[in-house]
């Protein structure tokens, strides 16, 4: 095991040089970022939606807590943590989407 995972690190060595002296080309960044991409199952599209059903999760929390406390089923001060933890994850998600749009719009603006 250990001889093939010296080989594949001097074949990535000898593909990329400057690798062996701590820079790394974009070409070897890209591979890499394939390979965790890869190895934890993960990729940039799916981050965005499972923080997505987690501001969602969130914002349902807190409206069953609301719900409880109208029953007269939980405290006010559990309604207030969970309201604003819907809050700031909602503020986040905002403060995301709007990166991104201004992301956008700057590629937009770009000249080819």
Excluded: C, H
């Excluded at 405290?75 to 503020?91: G, H, P």
């Amino acid at each position: 095991m250990t001889s093939i995972t010296s080989a594949i690190s001097a074949y990535r060595t000898a593909a990329d040089p400057m690798a062996a002296l701590g820079a790394s080309s974009s070409a070897s960044l890209q591979a890499e970022g394939d390979d965790l991409a890869a190895a934890t199952g993960t990729d940039f599209s799916a981050m965005l939606k499972d923080a997505a059903k987690s501001a969602i999760s969130q914002s349902q929390q807190a409206e069953q807590t609301s719900l409880a406390a109208v029953a007269g089923k939980t405290d006010i001060r559990e309604v207030v943590a969970a309201v604003a933890n819907a809050e700031l994850t909602l503020n986040t998600v905002v403060n995301i989407r709007d990166k991104v749009i201004g992301a956008y719009k700057e590629i937009l603006a770009m000249s080819i």
